[in-house]
């Protein structure tokens, strides 16, 4: 069975500071594949990044970063100096046996 | 980039009857394309995959005399909600994937929201 949990419910933080989204995940699939997506109020979903298992390096873009450690098998998502346009609601997906199933989703709040 | 629309983007209808959900890959061809539900404040549901010229393979729990899903072609699938009631009010998302294999980038459309009064 595959399963992505993502622990956090809501977080709120105050502009400009650093906030660590957390994403676990479960599979037994050798091959898969990770994802992160930002759902703004308007619904659509928003692509951030794709990781596939085989490849652990961290990734950096602008202010967002994203940690990949199979051995805990977690894949976070860390933005930094957040702004007031990072409100949203953030999903970690897994692809694995043909699908992709999303976790809970964190809503983040930041405030001015 | 890839593009997926959904027509409309809001419906409201009335108990028992049906609606239909259009999903269009605009700018590629879509070999595969899934419908999600979401309800709100919760996370997106899988609730069919579909192939070009197949039968769509739903999910388990998900009706599939309920939920008719048709993918004609390769860039249109269709989800028709027959005899809605108002449980199925939900956030309707389709995404689709422009060529087959595993974690291949699924491109979503911005949703229909579906309330049945």
């Known amino acids: 069975a595959q399963k992505v949990t993502q622990a956090q419910t809501e977080i709120s933080v105050v502009e400009k500071e650093d906030v660590t989204l957390d994403c676990v995940y479960e599979?037994?699939?050798?091959?898969?594949?990770l994802f992160w997506y930002k759902q703004p109020p308007s619904g659509e979903l928003v692509f951030l990044i794709r990781?596939?298992?085989?490849?652990?390096q961290n990734e950096i873009s602008g202010r967002y970063s994203w940690n990949f450690q199979k051995s805990t098998s977690s894949f976070n998502f860390t933005i930094t100096a957040s702004q007031v346009v990072d409100s949203a609601v953030y999903f970690c997906a897994l692809y694995g046996y043909n699908k992709l199933i999303f976790g809970a989703g964190t809503r983040l709040a930041v405030h001015p | 980039g890839a593009v997926v629309s959904q027509h409309p983007s809001r419906v409201i209808c009335k108990s028992g009857t049906s609606v239909k959900i259009e999903c269009r890959s605009l700018d590629f061809q879509a070999t595969t394309m899934f419908w999600y539900r979401q309800f709100p404040k919760q996370s997106l549901m899988l609730m069919a995959t579909s192939n070009e010229g197949s039968k769509a393979t739903y999910e388990q729990g998900v009706e599939k005399d309920k939920f008719l899903i048709n993918h004609a072609s390769l860039t249109l699938s269709t989800l028709t909600v027959t005899s809605a009631h108002p449980e199925d009010s939900s956030f309707y998302i389709c995404?689709?994937?422009?060529?087959?294999?595993?974690?291949?980038?699924?491109?979503f459309g911005p949703g229909t929201r579906l309330t049945v009064t």
């Open positions: 990781r596939n298992s085989f490849d652990e």
């Open positions: 599979t037994r699939d050798t091959t898969y594949y």
């Open positions: 995404s689709a994937r422009d060529v087959p294999g595993q974690g291949r980038e699924q491109y």
